[in-house]
């Protein structure tokens, strides 16, 4: 996957993502030359995964049929809704100018329908 996900001008943009595997169909990617994050914007995917180190989830990004980006789920720390710096499971929404909102828990019936995604998490 090139860039950000995109293709620029209709060339195609040098790879920044890998796929290591998959969880339940959807693409556990890597980043390649530095690049940590997931991306804003899908044409092959409705959702990607990225995983810690150790191989646990870590995030989950979600898009609609445009291919834009809609939410994501995480797994980490999150001080504005747990003080104590443990992970916590939430999640942010975004609209179309990828703003996203303040982290918002996870509900049990959130958890219940994202579990098969977050490998390693006790949900």
Do not use: C, Q, W
């Amino acid at each position: 996957m090139g860039g950000r996900g995109t293709f620029a001008i209709g060339n195609m943009v040098a790879y920044t993502y890998e796929t290591i595997g998959f969880i339940e169909g959807i693409k556990i990617l890597s980043g390649l030359n530095g690049k940590h994050g997931l991306p804003e914007e899908a044409h092959s995917s409705h959702a990607y995964i990225k995983l810690k180190k150790d191989g646990t989830f870590h995030e989950m990004r979600v898009y609609d049929k445009d291919h834009y980006l809609k939410f994501e789920i995480a797994y980490h720390p999150e001080p504005s809704l747990d003080k104590s710096r443990k992970p916590v499971l939430h999640y942010h929404v975004y609209d179309r100018n990828f703003h996203r909102s303040s982290a918002i828990k996870m509900s049990k019936p959130m958890k219940k329908h994202f579990k098969k995604y977050l490998k390693g998490v006790t949900v």
